[in-house]
């Protein structure tokens, strides 16, 4: 490939691969896959189960050995440490033909259309996803693999359990190859730009060490600021500052309570287990969050984090079905917000902070809020519109939103001020309560329906509900109790939008209206 | 005067009023199944929970007074660009999906509803909570409009 071939000229070994590897041919994954994935952890049990139940193993299989004792002592007794050792080969040589064939079985291709993957010994399997149809591709690096220089990639399909898996890949060639994966998927005509590269060492160790202390955001794809910087005591303060902490709490007061009250010390022993559940938790989200980043790049958003094992992924544009920015009660003092997204794809790999992939921002100051809303939202809402967000967002009401009529505190007694929508260009938005404060915008051209319903209540206050229907996630965009008349015109509006967004949408294909350079 | 009135809409095309029979054959079997298990409690000397379900049994039959009228009030209309859908008379619900949106067709016919050539089509989408069921439409009917619909859906062709 041409394109490829000008970029090799400025680093030398990776974009060859990356070519290789996107030439329509089939290809394998990196040698120490089927280690990497199971390997390890089956020889770690049976090391295990052996160590413990040795004595036990050998008496159910050879009991003749039981007199002897230790069958160690058996073999060196009776002269058979050539047999032994033959026998131990012959298991190792087995396991390592097993892994070699499922290596070789395991093969993927990439191709302008589409990614394929065949994998199995005895049940073939056969998976070809589209590349326009790409959902966000995730490189996950494990601590362990990392030693071995290696990298799963995930790539994300709409629907449940639809995603394509190549674990593993060269760690330095997932970065590349997940770039031409995008690329190809953009529509755009242009070739890829050149990678002005870092310097690879030639020495392996030189280059693990380099590659396992690089930043997550891969330097030449992405501007290598990250919009967004987790301090550190912000971090510890939105853990500890969570439902989790009011739930231990109520746990340790109601336990002191009743532990004193009767007298029954040893309850404290069944309290341990749910302490150290507590800590755990505290900890995962922790380190998960460790090194976050998030930033821009032509093809998406790409979001990294995580200090020993690291996880890095792109959603082009077009892939965020829904935004919500909320702040709980407990946040309000600090001014932190959260920000999530519905996505199509489901992804069983945890996102920052141990939370739901969907979740974006785990914790950040109206700033950082708003330049993640720039980051994500680019093509969907304008500079004004982001903007007005950021205003709702701490608004009492009174402002551009539609908000509920007084009657309607009957049934949203503190909230019905802020309680409200707004059509901005390109986007919807939702603004919903007062004390767990939520913005929800919903981009047009992802919207699947919508639906207006009313009930005997709302209907006796003449009131009505919206609901915009996206795929589903944590978000659901319902907003209730809106004022009929209203609710029936922001219902025909949306009906309208949507048709129209639907239509002069090219996402799919994001860079395809881009010049030919 | 409160209730929700869509401004410029066509006219509603409606289901077929056979439907009404289907949802009282269902209805009844549903009362009848309840009132039921509610005698035989009551004997076993459970009686809280007899009156229990003799209240729901109630509710049951006065929804079942209703029927008629409810499935006067399932209503759609195939707009240019998208499909419009209305059902409810207490809690009404009308839902508008572009056609582009449209990921499959189903369509059920129950038991009852066969019986009396009836079938039930289920528009889905990307998103779950959508729920565009129309009951109750001719089997001639329903095919037809399947079809005409997988067409729209082809020509306007909208991603995720």
Redesign the interface.
């Given at each position: 490939m041409s394109d490829t071939d000008h970029a090799g000229a400025v680093r030398e070994d990776v974009p060859e691969i990356v070519a290789r590897l996107t030439d329509g041919q089939w290809h394998r994954l990196h040698p120490a896959s089927p280690l990497l994935r199971g390997g390890i952890a089956l020889i770690a049990i049976l090391g295990v189960v052996v160590s413990n139940l040795r004595e036990r193993l050998v008496g159910l299989f050879l009991p003749r050995f039981d007199e002897e004792g230790d069958p160690v002592d058996y073999i060196l007794s009776h002269g058979i440490i050539v047999q032994a050792l033959l026998v131990i080969v012959g298991v190792l040589l087995v396991l390592i033909a097993v892994f070699y064939v499922s290596w070789r079985m395991h093969s993927f291709r990439i191709t302008n259309e589409v990614v394929e993957v065949r994998s199995g010994i005895l049940f073939r399997t056969n998976r070809k996803a589209r590349l326009d149809r790409i959902q966000g591709i995730n490189i996950v690096r494990p601590f362990f693999a990392r030693l071995f220089g290696a990298a799963k990639m995930e790539i994300s399909q709409a629907g449940h359990d639809a995603n394509v898996h190549l674990a593993y890949l060269g760690s330095a060639a997932a970065d590349d190859l997940r770039r031409e994966i995008l690329r190809l998927a953009s529509g755009t005509r242009n070739a890829a730009l050149p990678v002005t590269g870092v310097a690879t060492p030639d020495n392996l160790i030189d280059r693990r060490l380099g590659e396992f202390l690089a930043p997550e955001l891969d330097p030449d794809a992405a501007p290598p600021e990250s919009v967004v910087n987790l301090h550190l005591g912000r971090l510890i303060g939105s853990i500890l500052l969570s439902e989790a902490t009011l739930l231990a709490l109520a746990i340790v007061v109601g336990g002191g309570i009743w532990i004193t009250s009767t007298g029954q010390y040893y309850a404290l022993l069944f309290a341990l287990p749910s302490l150290i559940g507590f800590g755990g938790y505290y900890v995962r989200r922790f380190t998960r969050s460790l090194r976050y980043s998030i930033a821009g790049t032509p093809d998406g958003v790409r979001i990294g984090f995580g200090l020993l094992s690291t996880s890095n992924e792109t959603l082009p544009p077009g892939r965020i079905h829904s935004v919500e920015v909320s702040q709980s009660v407990l946040w309000r003092a600090a001014g932190w917000w959260q920000i999530r997204v519905n996505r199509a794809s489901h992804s069983s790999s945890r996102g920052a902070a141990n939370q739901a992939n969907t979740t974006i921002l785990p914790v950040g100051n109206l700033d950082d809020a708003r330049r993640v809303l720039e980051l994500m939202l680019p093509d969907l809402v304008g500079e004004e519109a982001v903007a007005v967000i950021e205003k709702g967002l701490v608004s009492r009401g009174n402002d551009a939103f539609t908000t509920s009529p007084r009657r309607a505190a009957w049934l949203l007694p503190l909230s019905w001020r802020r309680n409200g929508f707004l059509v901005v260009s390109g986007s919807l938005v939702l603004r919903k309560g007062a004390i767990w404060r939520r913005i929800i915008i919903v981009p047009q051209p992802r919207l699947q329906s919508v639906a207006l319903s009313q009930g005997p209540v709302l209907r006796a206050l003449g009131l009505a509900d919206v609901h915009l229907h996206t795929v589903s996630g944590p978000i659901r965009a319902t907003l209730e109790a809106i004022d009929k008349d209203a609710a029936v015109g922001f219902f025909g509006e949306v009906a309208q939008l949507a048709v129209l967004a639907g239509q002069n949408d090219t996402s799919h294909r994001w860079r395809s209206g881009e010049a030919e350079a | 005067m409160?209730?929700?009135?869509?401004?410029q809409t066509g006219e509603w095309r409606r289901v077929s009023p056979k439907l009404v029979a289907v949802e009282l054959v269902a209805g009844a079997v549903f009362l009848l199944a309840v009132s039921a298990v509610g005698v035989g409690l009551w004997y076993l000397g459970v009686g809280w929970l007899a009156i229990g379900l003799w209240a729901v049994a109630l509710v049951a039959l006065i929804n079942l007074a209703f029927t008629p009228r409810r499935v006067r009030a399932i209503g759609y209309q195939l707009r240019d660009?998208?499909l419009?859908f209305r059902r409810?008379i207490?809690?009404?619900?009308?839902?508008?999906?572009?056609y582009?949106?449209m990921q499959l067709v189903d369509i059920n016919r129950g038991p009852i509803a066969r019986g009396l050539g009836l079938s039930e089509l289920k528009f889905v989408?990307?998103?779950?909570?959508?729920g565009?069921t129309i009951p109750g439409l001719p089997e001639a009917e329903a095919d037809e409009l399947r079809d005409h619909l997988v067409l729209l859906a082809e020509s306007?062709r909208?991603?995720?």
């Amino acid at each position: 490939m041409s394109d490829t071939d000008h970029a090799g000229a400025v680093r030398e070994d990776v974009p060859e691969i990356v070519a290789r590897l996107t030439d329509g041919q089939w290809h394998r994954l990196h040698p120490a896959s089927p280690l990497l994935r199971g390997g390890i952890a089956l020889i770690a049990i049976l090391g295990v189960v052996v160590s413990n139940l040795r004595e036990r193993l050998v008496g159910l299989f050879l009991p003749r050995f039981d007199e002897e004792g230790d069958p160690v002592d058996y073999i060196l007794s009776h002269g058979i440490i050539v047999q032994a050792l033959l026998v131990i080969v012959g298991v190792l040589l087995v396991l390592i033909a097993v892994f070699y064939v499922s290596w070789r079985m395991h093969s993927f291709r990439i191709t302008n259309e589409v990614v394929e993957v065949r994998s199995g010994i005895l049940f073939r399997t056969n998976r070809k996803a589209r590349l326009d149809r790409i959902q966000g591709i995730n490189i996950v690096r494990p601590f362990f693999a990392r030693l071995f220089g290696a990298a799963k990639m995930e790539i994300s399909q709409a629907g449940h359990d639809a995603n394509v898996h190549l674990a593993y890949l060269g760690s330095a060639a997932a970065d590349d190859l997940r770039r031409e994966i995008l690329r190809l998927a953009s529509g755009t005509r242009n070739a890829a730009l050149p990678v002005t590269g870092v310097a690879t060492p030639d020495n392996l160790i030189d280059r693990r060490l380099g590659e396992f202390l690089a930043p997550e955001l891969d330097p030449d794809a992405a501007p290598p600021e990250s919009v967004v910087n987790l301090h550190l005591g912000r971090l510890i303060g939105s853990i500890l500052l969570s439902e989790a902490t009011l739930l231990a709490l109520a746990i340790v007061v109601g336990g002191g309570i009743w532990i004193t009250s009767t007298g029954q010390y040893y309850a404290l022993l069944f309290a341990l287990p749910s302490l150290i559940g507590f800590g755990g938790y505290y900890v995962r989200r922790f380190t998960r969050s460790l090194r976050y980043s998030i930033a821009g790049t032509p093809d998406g958003v790409r979001i990294g984090f995580g200090l020993l094992s690291t996880s890095n992924e792109t959603l082009p544009p077009g892939r965020i079905h829904s935004v919500e920015v909320s702040q709980s009660v407990l946040w309000r003092a600090a001014g932190w917000w959260q920000i999530r997204v519905n996505r199509a794809s489901h992804s069983s790999s945890r996102g920052a902070a141990n939370q739901a992939n969907t979740t974006i921002l785990p914790v950040g100051n109206l700033d950082d809020a708003r330049r993640v809303l720039e980051l994500m939202l680019p093509d969907l809402v304008g500079e004004e519109a982001v903007a007005v967000i950021e205003k709702g967002l701490v608004s009492r009401g009174n402002d551009a939103f539609t908000t509920s009529p007084r009657r309607a505190a009957w049934l949203l007694p503190l909230s019905w001020r802020r309680n409200g929508f707004l059509v901005v260009s390109g986007s919807l938005v939702l603004r919903k309560g007062a004390i767990w404060r939520r913005i929800i915008i919903v981009p047009q051209p992802r919207l699947q329906s919508v639906a207006l319903s009313q009930g005997p209540v709302l209907r006796a206050l003449g009131l009505a509900d919206v609901h915009l229907h996206t795929v589903s996630g944590p978000i659901r965009a319902t907003l209730e109790a809106i004022d009929k008349d209203a609710a029936v015109g922001f219902f025909g509006e949306v009906a309208q939008l949507a048709v129209l967004a639907g239509q002069n949408d090219t996402s799919h294909r994001w860079r395809s209206g881009e010049a030919e350079a | 005067m409160n209730r929700i009135e869509l401004p410029q809409t066509g006219e509603w095309r409606r289901v077929s009023p056979k439907l009404v029979a289907v949802e009282l054959v269902a209805g009844a079997v549903f009362l009848l199944a309840v009132s039921a298990v509610g005698v035989g409690l009551w004997y076993l000397g459970v009686g809280w929970l007899a009156i229990g379900l003799w209240a729901v049994a109630l509710v049951a039959l006065i929804n079942l007074a209703f029927t008629p009228r409810r499935v006067r009030a399932i209503g759609y209309q195939l707009r240019d660009d998208d499909l419009l859908f209305r059902r409810g008379i207490m809690w009404q619900r009308f839902v508008a999906v572009p056609y582009g949106r449209m990921q499959l067709v189903d369509i059920n016919r129950g038991p009852i509803a066969r019986g009396l050539g009836l079938s039930e089509l289920k528009f889905v989408t990307a998103a779950a909570a959508a729920g565009v069921t129309i009951p109750g439409l001719p089997e001639a009917e329903a095919d037809e409009l399947r079809d005409h619909l997988v067409l729209l859906a082809e020509s306007r062709r909208a991603g995720l």
